[in-house]
């Protein structure tokens, strides 16, 4: 049986070839020779799969390490016959954690407190879901706009878009990408939108980079509007325009989700759901999987405030090193996707052990998600 993986998969390596032989690929463009005589095809969001790519071939199964799967063309997949998994919710934690890494940054910078704003979360899934509880676990208030749930009549309080641009400070985008249908997605974040946005809003997309309109907001911002704005995802990618990098407060290269732990867990389900399709059902403990993180252990001393949890934040990931990156390289081909590959070690907030002795930073971190105890001090 042969197996081809994406090559920026970590551990995919090492746990399909308890299933079969392993090939390691570039996932943009994937080398079709390599496709013809395989079984199995793990990808990541930059392969395209569709019936063009996968006719003639032997794919029985295609595996997405990525929470996305606009870059599948799934109904071809169930009218071919062919399984198909993706990994819903591996890397939310990691873009949350970006989220804040960005709001802690413009936060400090702007001379603001978090607690004085209001998040508008546009998408209240894995990401939005998570982003939305440690939002309020820090008491800040947010506003939830997620179409799909309240009309499937789920729990929550949630609004219209228009009340999400009219009230909220900072509006942040965690949708997939529908390019049509009742809930389309495609320039959600139109010019006519953008054009409400209050003076200082402080946009961020990290879900799609199509799920804003580029030019309407490079346009925008070359006007003079006053907005921050944070792009991890780009319209399009990998050529992003270089003159809306310069233009906004934090640009990344799509690596949101770049945690350690996420694409591990991306690598793990895809995995357990290719095992469970040829019937050899195998489990995976991540823990098993990942290496000691470079900053262990710390000691608090006192309470947590803003300032303190940015520190604390940014010991761990700090967003800037991402977005200085991106600046020195963008507009190079094939760097943006260089940038990707050789992506540094990244972990989340979990990994940091916070000894604490005030008991009320100890419960907000658990809250979090830190790995927080408290200490009494002797
Ligand atoms: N930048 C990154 O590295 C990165 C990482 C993970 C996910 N993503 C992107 O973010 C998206 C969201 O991730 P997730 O894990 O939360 O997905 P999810 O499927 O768990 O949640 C998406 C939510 O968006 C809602 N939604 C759908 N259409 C909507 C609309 N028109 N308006 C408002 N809400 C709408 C859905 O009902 C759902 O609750 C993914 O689809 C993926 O494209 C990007
Ligand atoms: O949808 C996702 O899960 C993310 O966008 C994903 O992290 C993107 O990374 P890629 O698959 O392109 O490596």
Redesign the pocket.
């Known amino acids: 049986m042969k197996i081809l993986v994406d090559e920026n998969m970590p551990y995919a390596r090492d746990l399909f070839s308890r299933l079969g032989e392993v090939k390691a690929v570039p996932g943009r463009p994937i080398p079709l020779s390599e496709l013809a005589d395989a079984d199995a095809l793990m990808v990541r969001s930059v392969t395209k799969v569709n019936e063009a790519l996968l006719q003639g071939t032997g794919i029985k199964f295609v595996g997405t390490a990525t929470?996305?799967t606009?870059h599948v063309d799934e109904a071809y997949l169930q009218q071919a016959g062919i399984g198909f998994s993706a990994a819903?919710?591996c890397?939310?934690i990691a873009?949350v954690e970006y989220v804040f890494s960005s709001l802690l940054m413009l936060a400090e910078r702007e001379g603001f407190a978090l607690k004085d704003r209001t998040v508008g979360i546009?998408?209240?899934?894995?990401?939005?879901g998570r982003l939305q509880a440690r939002l309020e676990a820090l008491g800040i208030r947010t506003l939830l706009?997620?179409?799909?749930?309240a009309d499937r009549g789920d729990d929550g309080d949630f609004r219209s878009l228009d009340e999400l641009v009219r009230e909220a400070d900072v509006l942040t985008f965690?949708?997939?990408?529908?390019k049509e249908g009742p809930?389309?997605?495609l320039h959600?974040a139109d010019d006519a939108l953008l054009a409400r946005l209050k003076p200082g809003t402080i946009l961020i997309n990290?879900?799609?980079g199509p799920v804003v309109d580029n030019a309407a907001l490079l346009q925008r911002l070359q006007a003079g509007q006053a907005l921050h704005v944070v792009l991890?995802?780009w319209e399009p990618e990998p050529d992003l325009n270089v003159e809306l990098l310069q233009h906004v407060d934090i640009g990344t290269a799509?690596?949101?989700?770049?945690t350690l732990e996420g694409k591990a867990r991306g690598t793990t389900q895809v995995f357990e759901a290719y095992s469970e399709f040829i019937g050899k059902h195998t489990q995976i403990a991540l823990d098993t999987l990942l290496p000691a993180p470079e900053f262990g252990r710390i000691t608090l001393h006192g309470p947590l405030d803003q300032s303190t949890l940015k520190r604390l934040v940014h010991l761990v990931y700090d967003v800037r090193r991402d977005d200085a990156l991106l600046r020195k390289v963008a507009g190079t081909p094939g760097e943006f996707d260089k940038l990707r590959k050789n992506y540094l070690e990244r972990r989340e907030w979990s990994s940091l052990y916070v000894q604490c002795d005030d008991a009320s930073a100890a419960a907000l971190l658990q809250q979090l998600g830190f790995n927080a105890t408290h200490t009494p001090a002797r």
């Open positions: 929470a996305g606009d819903p919710g890397n939310a873009v546009v998408g209240v899934g894995n990401v939005g706009c997620d179409p799909p749930r965690h949708t997939p990408l529908f809930y389309k997605t959600l990290a879900c799609r991890d995802v799509h690596i949101a989700g770049y």
